[in-house]
């Protein structure tokens, strides 16, 4: 049951009054809204799950397509984070048939955002060929299952491929499996939630050096500063799971992002990435002509200045507007001898001062 926070925000979204809004934010790094089974068999939740990725912002909806007999044995154990059901009847209670899957594709295709899932079996890769996916995920689970990663590699499709519980032998064996494929690895935690001291950014130098690839970032904290960081260091791709409630039932659902907070983290992603790409040169000085005018200081006679005086600290003071001999240059003009009469109070300028002259 969603709670009523989230239920009231679930309608505000999809209000048929309600304008998208249009982001001018550079748009180079790929944000994977992971739904996962957070429709908890409903299907109706997995096509607004899909909608409500879109409206945030996401570039990807991203599934999990789970064939029960296909991968797993009936008495395999639950995560202790999971125990109301076995996964097995999860899976069997959850899972969608081939036609629904076709049908959320389409739907996907229709509001315009890519679909995307993770298969668990070598069925569920012949399912997602025969509905027309673009990309696969490689769960965290899967990266030591080889015949997996082969079969996706014959589909010629790009890979993500996440690192949550792999050491670097079993990822580079992973990478080796799917070489010559359009991979991008992905930093991850199988923590749920992940705390902040084992987010593992430094991970994401080390995948770089080592695949010379693309990188990216799972995220399972429940705040969007991995995330953001994340960009920060070059990640590409930003997965984080959303939910309509963290009230709903389900694995995923309680440490998910809720709608506002994963908004939030688009944005921030986005602007993040604008940053980056639009580096600024300090030396522009005309993106600040107007401010220098009004804000820095220049050089005033703080008393009478007459014609041939030696200029000494104590007759100059410091003043706005900065259109005159900047406060920078007073060791020039100090020493120097004054060419014409200057009132107190009055900026000073070149014709004021005999510029290399001394009576030093």
Not at 329 to 346: K, L, M, T
Request: one cysteine or more; glycine letters at 6%.
């Amino acid at each position: 049951m969603v709670s009523l926070s989230g239920w009231a925000l679930f309608q505000e979204l999809f209000h048929p009054l309600r304008t998208p809004q249009v982001s001018n934010y550079m748009n180079d790094v790929l944000i994977i809204a992971e739904v996962g089974s957070v429709h908890d068999g409903s299907f109706g939740n997995a096509l607004k799950l899909a909608d409500l990725a879109q409206e945030l912002g996401a570039d990807v909806v991203k599934y999990q397509t789970h064939i029960a007999e296909a991968e797993t044995l009936s008495n395999a154990p639950s995560p202790g984070y999971f125990s109301a059901e076995s996964r097995f009847d999860y899976f069997n209670r959850t899972g969608f048939s081939l036609d629904q899957w076709k049908q959320i594709k389409n739907h996907c295709d229709s509001i315009g955002i890519e679909f995307a899932s993770s298969p668990f079996s070598e069925l569920a890769v012949d399912w997602l060929e025969e509905i027309g996916i673009d990309r696969y995920k490689v769960p965290s689970g899967e990266v030591t299952n080889l015949p997996l990663l082969a079969k996706l590699k014959s589909t010629g499709k790009p890979i993500l491929l996440s690192s949550g519980m792999s050491n670097w032998e079993e990822l580079d064996a992973a990478v080796n499996e799917l070489d010559q494929t359009d991979l991008t690895v992905l930093q991850c935690t199988s923590m749920y939630p992940c705390p902040v001291q084992r987010v593992g950014l430094n991970v994401l130098d080390e995948m770089q050096d080592r695949y010379h690839c693309p990188i990216g970032f799972s995220d399972h904290t429940q705040t969007n500063y991995a995330a953001f960081s994340a960009v920060s260091k070059g990640a590409r791709c930003i997965e984080k799971h959303l939910t309509f409630s963290n009230a709903m039932y389900g694995s995923d659902a309680p440490l998910a992002s809720e709608p506002e907070d994963f908004r939030d983290m688009v944005k921030g992603v986005r602007e993040i990435s604008t940053m980056l790409a639009t580096p600024v040169d300090k030396d522009n000085i005309e993106d600040f002509a107007d401010m220098k005018f009004i804000f820095q200081k220049s050089i005033v006679a703080g008393t009478d200045l007459k014609r041939g005086e030696t200029v000494t600290e104590a007759m100059l003071c410091y003043k706005k507007p900065g259109s005159g001999i900047s406060a920078a240059d007073f060791r020039n003009i100090i020493g120097a001898r004054v060419a014409q009469d200057v009132p107190e109070g009055q900026l000073l300028s070149d014709a004021d001062i005999e510029f290399g002259s001394s009576k030093n």
